[in-house]
């Protein structure tokens, strides 16, 4: 009961109420979901274009077996079609070369650089759990600073266009599904989109948005991202906006300094994934992020699971310590020890979700 005591002292909104006062039901869950995503979209993050966008893809280089030989790597262009003209971007793919039954997993990474592999993809370690990585770099997409000339936000400009360059981020990698399934290699119901820190926010944003991702792993993703904002140590929307005013919509800045007042709480947006597998990753020494709140998030946000009949966060009664592991519900939570990084040890515990 601490926990729950500790979530109704910060005043965290409810999570099973619609705004008109309505009690939420598993019937009536998918329209309070929606709703979550509206809530957001108004409030922080921004609305995606309301259109339909054609993709198609071109190889930009021969494939490429790599990992001595165990995997495939395709480095591909990918163009996306819409009322503004065509934007592409480049998308790269690399599955185990043997793939039983013809098919695989798939996590997208939406990454902070182009390099592959990364320190941040080690893509041996992914091969050899029977899983499939793409990634694509996100720069590419919008530029992370505060213009709105290049790439997609030129395209869709604010103030005509109400979104964030996280939401851009998140656009971009529905755009990668919409790919992923022309092809006959991928296992639709085992991809999953990552990302760490501000793309960590992205990550779960998209999986908030796009219900064709199945899993949602996000590191380290913190103030903005997975962590319960009310009272939370480290950074508030007062910093982050200041720092990072491109990442939201300006509506979010009136929070600053009156957390307090919002209609929301970041357990909004880790429980829009629901009913679908959501693994959140902390760090010991991530202040900033401030893991007692990011479980405590998980633990609000996992009445959502419990409402539909699944097995939502499994964890204990108290704030987390380095080297908790809670996985076996659909809805997930670890720490371990050290600072803000997305490690291998991150990745193998979201590896482990897919039960290979």
């Not at 182009?114 to 694509?136: C, N, S, T, W």
């Not at 929307?237 to 800045?253: D, L």
């Not at 990084?341 to 482990?352: A, K, Q, T, V």
């Amino acid at each position: 009961m601490y926990l729950k005591e500790e979530l109704e002292r910060r005043g965290v909104p409810a999570l099973l109420k619609f705004e008109d006062g309505r009690e939420v039901t598993a019937e009536n869950w998918e329209e309070r979901r929606l709703e979550l995503v509206d809530i957001l979209s108004r409030e922080e993050y921004g609305y995606m274009p309301d259109e339909k966008f054609k993709v198609s893809a071109a190889e930009a280089a021969k494939p490429a077996r790599d990992c001595a030989g165990k995997a495939v790597t395709e480095r591909l262009t990918l163009t996306v079609s819409g009322s503004k003209g065509d934007f592409s971007f480049p998308l790269l793919i690399c599955t185990p070369a043997k793939k039983p039954g013809g098919k695989c997993p798939l996590v997208l990474l939406i990454n902070f650089r182009p390099d592959f592999p990364d320190k941040y993809l080690p893509a041996e370690e992914i091969i050899d759990r029977g899983v499939g990585v793409a990634m694509i770099y996100y720069n590419d997409i919008a530029l992370d600073k505060n213009e709105w000339e290049s790439g997609i936000a030129g395209m869709y400009p604010r103030p005509e266009y109400s979104w964030s360059k996280i939401t851009m981020w998140a656009w971009a990698a529905s755009r990668c599904m919409d790919y992923f399934e022309t092809r006959n290699d991928i296992d639709f119901e085992r991809v999953g989109v990552a990302g760490h820190s501000r793309l960590g926010k992205t990550a779960l944003w998209c999986g908030a948005n796009d219900t064709r991702f199945k899993y949602v792993f996000a590191n380290n993703s913190g103030c903005s991202g997975d962590a319960i904002t009310r009272c939370k140590r480290g950074e508030t929307v007062e910093i982050i906006y200041r720092a990072f005013p491109f990442w939201f919509v300006p509506k979010y800045n009136e929070y600053a300094g009156r957390e307090q007042d919002m209609p929301f709480d970041q357990h909004f947006v880790v429980a829009a994934s629901a009913p679908r597998v959501v693994v959140c990753g902390a760090a010991e020494e991530d202040i900033w992020a401030d893991p007692e709140s990011q479980y405590l998030s998980c633990c609000a946000a996992s009445q959502a699971w419990e409402l539909l009949g699944e097995k939502g966060l499994i964890g204990v009664d108290r704030y987390p310590e380095p080297g908790d592991i809670f996985t076996k519900g659909k809805l997930g939570f670890f720490m371990r020890p050290h600072a803000h990084y997305f490690s291998r040890y991150d990745w193998n515990r979201y590896l482990d979700c897919f039960l290979i």
